[in-house]
């Protein structure tokens, strides 16, 4: 098992009322699962990943991750779990357009003990793996945006972490775009390992997934194995 969340709750304050954002959240996650979030906008898809991927605390409960309790951690803590265990893909690529592809690719290695030889062996190992090594050297900002998203695709998975949060990744594209991503995902986590949880729009995705989170109000309230 990668990991357990038992009974969290996530309250903000906005103004001068507070909002309960996720409300009596508890599953297991199993190691190399694919699971897709469903529901509609305000359901609270981005708020569990944003736990998941511990960008945020919870306001009660547990969060288990790798056999380590995580939810009581402070933002430093936090940090250091995401730079060792967790990818993330949005639905924008996050990084400087001034940066070649190979300098967004050696970025998530930082504070990580390993030779620049090494580095570029991985970022060569992944370009080639997504048809996108003539690239190594381009500027960003030179790539279309499909191309961009698969980049950022690679980043999220190539340090191999434990957990890849993607966040509703073909919001921006097009359809047919959108299911080269996925599927560029689903190999990756092929090759890569790790558990991948996503949100989407576009029900085509959902059969990419081994298990499906229906939320609504904060809450999930059926799982589902496709």
Not at 83 to 97: D, V, W, Y
Not at 122 to 151: A, C, N, R, W
Not at 208 to 215: D, I, T
Request: with cysteine; hydrophobic share 40%.
């Amino acid at each position: 098992m990668l990991a357990e969340l038992k009974n969290i709750k996530k309250i903000v304050q906005d103004a001068s009322e507070s909002r309960v954002l996720l409300s009596d959240i508890s599953f297991t996650l199993d190691d190399n699962d694919i699971i897709a979030l469903v529901g509609t906008s305000g359901a609270g898809k981005t708020a569990l990943l944003r736990i998941l991927g511990c960008l945020d605390s919870t306001t009660q409960g547990e969060y288990i991750l790798n056999g380590n309790n995580v939810s009581g951690l402070s933002e430093s803590g936090l940090a250091v779990v995401r730079r060792k265990s967790i990818g993330f893909l949005g639905f924008e690529p996050e990084f400087l357009e001034t940066m070649s592809v190979e300098e967004c690719l050696e970025f998530p290695f930082s504070g990580l003990s390993l030779s620049s030889k090494e580095k570029r062996n991985k970022i060569l190992e992944i370009l080639e793996f997504i048809g996108l090594l003539s690239k190594l050297k381009t500027s960003l900002k030179q790539l279309p945006f499909p191309e961009k998203m698969h980049i950022a695709a690679a980043r999220a998975f190539i340090k191999r972490p434990a957990l890849i949060i993607a966040d509703e990744p073909g919001k921006k594209l097009h359809s047919y775009e959108s299911a080269a991503l996925f599927d560029l995902l689903v190999a990756l986590r092929r090759e890569y390992g790790g558990t991948l949880i996503f949100s989407t729009y576009d029900p085509a995705h959902l059969k990419k997934a081994y298990r499906l989170f229906y939320m609504k109000n904060g809450k999930i309230i059926k799982i589902e194995d496709v």
